[in-house]
Structures are given as C-alpha cells and as structure tokens.
C-alpha cells in the first residue's frame, strides 16, 4: 500500500499494487509545475487510487495533442498526483508527497535534454532525451 498527502493534511490518497513505472523526469512542465530541476515519480494503476479530500486540478496540452492534469491541494498547494493521457490506467504519484518515500526505486531519467547542469542525478540509470521509445 502507498499512501501519501498534501503538507497541510487536507488531502490524502492510497494506492496499490506493483509500481508501474518509477523515474525521474526533468521535462519543463515538471520544473515549472515544481519549481526543481526534476519530479521523482511513481505510476501506480489507476483502479486501486483512491482520494480523501478535495483537490484542485490544472490541465494542459502537450505539443504533441494529449492532455496531462496535475492534482494539487487548494489549501497548502502541495503538488500531489496526475494522470496523462498516454497513461490512461495510471495514476503519476509525486514522490515527495508520499508518507513514506523508500518506496521510490527510479529506473530511468526522462526528458534528459531539458536537463539543468546543476540538477545532476544517479548516472547509472537508462536515460531518454525525451520519452522512452515506444512511450510516444
């Protein structure tokens, strides 16, 4: 079970199952939506994400025609989860928002061209300029 909340406690989730996938993404929309260099985050399956509170919702269309929406707490503005239409069965959880965040083992760096020099992050993980292959 993964659960997680806003910092002000106004917003809860939980999740289960096998992480569907684990990486940390340094693509522009992250950044600003963050204001770091990268997001860790967690795909989990949609079907077992539940939420306990409101949230606030932000949508935005990519280049390439799909939508992504972040989830975010209207009290505290904590950013907690989101869900893309490339992924349309799982739930993007932000790491940091988890209760308890060992939980995250990334496999891979995504968007590695919008890359700070100063966001340097593990050098042993496959690493993709933008999606990983097939992902698009």
């Known amino acids: 079970m993964i659960t997680g909340g806003c910092l002000c406690g106004a917003v809860r989730y939980q999740g289960s199952g096998t992480a569907l996938y684990a990486v940390l993404c340094h693509c522009r929309d992250c950044q600003r939506a963050s ?5 860790p985050v967690m795909g989990i399956p949609k ?33 907690l989860f989101g869900t893309a ?3 349309p ?4 959880i932000y790491v940091g928002t988890t209760d308890d965040p060992s939980v995250f083992r990334p496999e ?9 020099d100063w966001d340097v992050t593990a050098n042993a993980l496959p690493e993709f300029e933008t999606m990983p292959p097939g992902a698009d």
């Open 89 to 92: 069965d799982a739930v993007s």
């Open 108 to 116: 891979a760096v995504m968007f590695k061209r919008d890359r700070h």
């Open 85 to 87: 239409e490339i992924t």
């Open 35 to 39: 204001g770091t260099g990268h997001v």
């Open 47 to 79: 079907s077992s994400f539940t939420v306990r509170g409101e949230t606030k919702a932000y949508a935005i269309r990519h280049p390439s025609g799909r939508t992504s929406v972040r989830h975010f707490c209207p009290t505290c503005g904590s950013l």
